[in-house]
């Protein structure tokens, strides 16, 4: 088994140096051979864990960047000139990965706290609220899920909203009522309407705890 994968390490760096080599060549446009220092800069790249499309890119990056400012049309004379275009490409590289990782582990987060808020409302709910339940199952059932869709959260979260008006106490709609109409004097009634229900929820959520669906609110 050792000898397996130290054949196949070797494999790997050989195409390694193999499509380097290659693309330097069909860009330079003509027949050449790798010196001793072109080589080395190949095999410090392999060393610092470049990956090998990472590499290719900066290459063309190089090119590009001496094309523009080449004398004469010459031709770039060695590889070692697209070493800083390399360069650059991993640190671009990098700082992407880290980038979605930190974004992954951020949405990994959002989801915890959902979950946790969903299983917090099903245990302890109130009695007036258990119109919810059904709701609320169902949204746990989804972020049990190893992959989480959030559009089916965004919909749970529309689908609690309605049946949360929907249902709501007479004594709390005026109550709400109430105050949107001290608040918000002179107000057209459609417009007044919509801050009403705005209101009627977040009271309800409020007083109630009931939790969000969707990742926006966590």
């Given at each position: ?198 209101r009627l929820v977040k009271f309800l959520r409020e007083k109630y705890r009931i939790p969000h669906l969707s990742f926006f609110?966590?």
């Open positions: 088994m050792p000898r397996k994968k130290g054949m196949e390490r070797q494999a790997q760096r050989s195409r390694y140096f193999q499509e380097i080599a290659r693309a330097f060549f069909d860009l330079r446009g003509a027949p050449f051979v790798l010196s001793s220092k072109e080589m080395m800069t190949i095999s410090g790249w392999e060393e610092m864990g470049i990956p090998l499309r990472v590499v290719l890119e900066g290459i063309h990056r190089g090119f590009e960047s001496y094309r523009k400012r080449r004398a004469g049309g010459r031709k770039m004379p060695s590889l070692s000139y697209c070493d800083a275009e390399v360069l650059k490409a991993f640190a671009e590289f990098r700082e992407r990965r880290i980038g979605r990782r930190h974004k992954e582990v951020f949405r990994k987060e959002k989801k915890k706290q959902a979950k946790l808020e969903v299983e917090r409302f099903l245990q302890f709910h109130s009695p007036e609220v258990s119109h919810l339940e059904d709701i609320y199952r169902e949204a746990l059932k989804i972020l049990s899920r190893e992959a989480v869709r959030e559009e089916d959260l965004d919909r749970l979260e529309n689908k609690a909203e309605e049946l949360i008006l929907r249902q709501a106490q007479e004594t709390e709609k005026t109550e709400v009522k109430n105050r949107v109409k001290a608040d918000f004097k002179g107000r057209r009634d459609s417009e007044a309407q919509e801050i009403y229900k705005t609110y966590y």
